[in-house]
């Protein structure tokens, strides 16, 4: 089978994009590429947040692993995306409740959270450096959202028991966040964000450190299940006990099974020149990171130096705009017109997944090859989760696993064929609700 068209559409090979997570990474030395036969107990194709996980909860319990990643480690979205750390599954608990019942929704709740804290664990047992910070800001774009914050707040506080998020009025809101057109919205002090490609490459550290092997520049070329499995690259082959899948976005033809249910979408960020102090603050009072109500989201930080991170515009195919800083420039200054004449320093785009659910899609393919993709945006949580619960369930404890895959995530109607019509089709008709 072909890989990802993805994996080389937009990108150098083996390059990181340019970014200023690249430009300020802690970095690690180049890994090998796979070269020969070599024996595993486990493979696991992809090294970003669930793949990296996967190989250091695995490799504490003495499992010998191999990571394979056709470019770098950290390479793909989980090297490029904003870096915010979110309270729950992608899809709110009071949607979630109606559509698989209060105790499932719950039980996902559980996951997530405990998802989110190990994010925690994993940067202070480990001492990654990657500028955590607490506080994250949900901003409704249009005002008849408020009365929906209000519910969901009590709904968190009174049947979650989550006490770390509160509703934010219009006139704090406005205080908060330098924009007038936002009109209230709440404040999750429970969340955060980071600097996700030091992230992954602290995981990377850890799970090499702990005995796990990492391969770059290895594509893998196609799986033959069995027992064991062989993983195929150009240059080599592995003969694995257990294969994990984890390639997200960039799966392409390499596993038809998630194909047809997870489809690749792009998405922008651009960095500004460091603000001053008293202006960053204008922008972002508490340095929170700030993801708004449109279904084409905007989502925007301050970075340790005081650069607006600012992710945002509207995408309807698989090619990255010739000019990334003026494309995402444009709904920046309709939310900062202040940024106006602020230098752009850095643009990059990247290459994520989203579900027909927005709920992650883990799967069972055999008795010894699983997988976990789809986290639909809120991939810096759930998929350091997915990668705990992948070495969970191959190492006999699938409980956690078994709840996700409970969760609903339909074939996208015409399978991986139409996924591109799909989605220029698509993002026309959630970029024309937003503005209504």
């Known amino acids: 089978m072909s890989s990802q068209p993805l994996l080389h559409s937009n990108d150098r090979f083996a390059t990181y994009p340019p970014s200023w997570y690249a430009a300020t990474a802690n970095r690690l030395p180049e890994m090998p590429s796979l ?5 595993y107990d486990v493979a696991i194709i992809g090294a970003g947040f669930t793949g990296l996980s996967a190989a250091l909860h695995l490799s504490e319990r003495q499992y010998s692993v191999a990571v394979l990643d056709a470019h770098r480690i950290g390479w793909g979205a989980s090297g490029r995306n904003g870096g915010q750390v979110g309270t729950g599954q992608r899809v709110d608990q009071d949607e979630l409740e109606k559509t698989i019942g209060r105790p499932l929704a719950k039980a996902a709740w559980a996951i997530a959270e405990e998802s989110k804290a190990l994010v925690r664990q994993l940067i202070e047992t480990h001492h990654i450096d990657c500028d955590y910070r607490a506080g994250s800001i949900h901003a409704n774009h249009r005002e008849r959202f408020n009365a929906h914050s209000r519910h969901y707040v009590d709904l968190l506080r009174d049947h979650y028991e989550y006490p770390h998020i509160r509703y934010v009025p219009r006139e704090e809101m406005q205080d908060l966040v330098g924009c007038a057109n936002y009109f209230g919205g709440s404040l999750d002090m429970g969340a955060g964000h980071l600097h996700p490609l030091n992230y992954a490459l602290g995981m990377a550290r850890a799970a090499q450190t702990a005995g796990a092997s990492l391969f770059e520049r ?4 196609h799986v033959e299940p069995g027992e064991p499995a062989l993983v195929h690259t150009a240059t080599g082959q592995i003969k694995a006990r257990f294969v994990i899948y984890a390639c997200n976005g960039y799966i392409g033809n390499l596993q038809s099974t998630i194909a047809r249910r997870v489809m690749p979408i792009n998405n ?3 960095a500004t020149e460091p603000l001053d102090e008293s202006f960053a603050k204008s922008l ?3 340095g929170a990171c700030v993801a708004d109500s449109r279904f084409v989201i905007n989502y925007f930080r301050l970075s340790n130096d005081n650069r607006m991170l600012f992710g945002g515009g ?3 195919g698989y ?6 800083k003026t494309f995402v420039q444009k709904p920046m200054l309709e939310i900062f017109p202040q940024l106006k ?3 752009v320093h850095y643009g990059w785009g990247g290459t994520l997944a989203i579900t027909v659910s927005r709920l992650p899609f883990f799967h069972r393919h055999a008795p010894h090859i699983l997988s976990a993709s789809g986290y639909s945006g809120s991939g810096v949580a ?4 997915a990668g705990a619960m992948l070495a969970d369930a191959v190492d006999g404890t699938a409980a956690k696993f078994d709840v996700m895959n409970q969760l609903p995530t339909p074939l996208f109607p015409g399978g991986a064929a139409l996924r591109s019509p799909l989605l220029a089709l698509a993002m026309t008709w959630y970029a024309l609700r937003d503005r209504l």
């Open 314 to 316: 509207e995408n309807y």
């Open 268 to 270: 922008y960020i651009i």
């Open 341 to 343: 004449n602020t230098p």
């Open 284 to 286: 972002i009072r508490n």
């Open 35 to 39: 070269k020969g036969s070599h024996t």
């Open 319 to 324: 090619r990255f705009p010739k000019d990334i």
């Open 382 to 385: 759930l998929a350091t989760g």
């Open 218 to 221: 290895s594509e893998v070329t």
